[in-house]
Nanobody, 115 residues
Framework: VQLVESGGGLVQPGGSLRLSCAASGFTFSSYAMSWYRQAPGKERELVAFINIFGSSTDYADSVKGRFTISRDNAKNTVYLQMNSLKSEDSAVYYC?????????WGKGTLVTVSS
């Protein structure tokens, strides 16, 4: 089982990034997917959630209207489009796959928002 995040990097405030998480080794379409983030000295927090069909999403209040989660079950990939980035969005972003029985995590990708 693997979840591999990519797309992180350094971006200026107000900029955009698109994170990807490629899944393998399990039936991707049977898992709800989420993005979490963890900033230094802070607890890991849920950023965005998408159900198995991609028909339902939910977001942390701090990112609503700026971030969009989506998935492509044919490509076994979940995305996080991040717009209007702020310095407080800087964190390691993790991909999570979950169903009733199992819970998988990626190793994370670093996002730094700074001028």
């Amino acid at each position: 089982v693997q979840l591999v995040e990519s797309g992180g990097g350094l971006v200026q405030p107000g900029g955009s990034l698109r994170l990807s998480c490629a899944a393998s080794g399990f039936t991707f379409s049977s898992y709800a997917m989420s993005w979490y983030r963890q900033a230094p000295g802070k607890e890991r927090e849920l950023v965005a959630f998408i159900n198995i069909f991609g028909s339902s999403t939910d977001y942390a209040d701090s990112v609503k209207g700026r971030f969009t989660i989506s998935r492509d079950n044919a490509k076994n990939t979940v995305y996080l489009q991040m717009n209007s980035l702020k310095s407080e969005d800087s964190a390691v972003y993790y991909c999570n796959a979950i169903n009733r029985l199992m819970d998988y995590w990626g190793k994370g990708t670093l996002v730094t928002v700074s001028s």
